[in-house]
């Protein structure tokens, strides 16, 4: 699809699919229960599909889009998942047929008083709508210190503004549903250190980064990282906090 989104992702889609966390199975267990039907959801800006795949186990059909025809080529392949490019706010779901609409780590790029529309007309009476966020990874106070270094310092300035909107959480977002209380919830992964290069690897701003200097940011903390981690080939438990706006579609609409 060309045009009309700020593409950041498909460059590095085959290694966003791979290295990418998945969300926790207790997550979609918990948005289903709060759901009033299990027939259809639409997880909107779906990347490579890890929140799509883990839906897909509540509900019977979800809808999964994206903008980008390289991340949705790297999605996972799901019998109950259909694939569909589309810009969101311009997806095109029937009026009055999603239970549930979610977004994971996604929000922040969309034009949201459009998408906002398309969610009112698309959801159920009582029907949900879901967004996520997490910033950055937690493994052990001497990893973090590197982390937070480079996440936020040697790449801060190769951010895209609307990286802020994942920094605050959510919380300063316009979110026009009736909003509801949520369980706390977190990523967690065994990794080596290779997975968390390999993660390291799919961020927007390193990419930006390696384009206008021609210098690979993560051969900047590379030594540190591995100095601090010991065995490179042992795992350890890497943990990403989650924040969240959920909120329900009423009965009806008020008229404005």
Known sequence: MSGGFADHFSAGASAYAEFRPRY????????????????????????????????????????ATDASASQLAHAEPHPRVLYREAIAGRSHIPAG?????????????????IFWAEVKESLTPY?????????????APEVD???????????????PPERRLVDDGYRTIDFPFRELDVPVFAIEAAWTLADLM???????AGR???????????????????????DPGAQRVVRWPLSFRVG?????????
Not at 145 to 159: A, F, S
Not at 198 to 204: E, M
Not at 213 to 223: F, I, M, Q, S, Y
């Open 24 to 63: 926790p199975e207790a997550l979609f267990g918990w948005l289903a229960s709060i759901c009033p039907r299990h027939e259809l959801a639409w997880d909107a800006g779906t990347g490579s599909g890890q929140a799509a795949v883990g839906l897909a186990r509540h509900f019977h059909e979800v809808i």
């Open 97 to 113: 047929s999603v239970d549930l609409v979610t977004v994971a780590q996604a929000l922040h790029w969309f034009d949201r008083p």
């Open 127 to 139: 029907g949900v709508v879901a967004a996520w966020c997490y910033g950055l990874l937690r493994i």
């Open 145 to 159: 210190r590197i982390l937070d270094h480079y996440g936020n310092e040697l790449l801060g300035p190769w951010w």
């Open 198 to 204: 390999g993660y390291l690897g799919t961020w927007s």
């Open 208 to 230: 930006r980064y390696r384009a206008q200097t021609g210098e690979d940011p993560l051969a900047l903390v590379h030594h540190s990282l591995t100095a601090v981690w010991g």
């Open 248 to 256: 329900r579609r009423p009965a009806r609409w008020r008229r404005k």
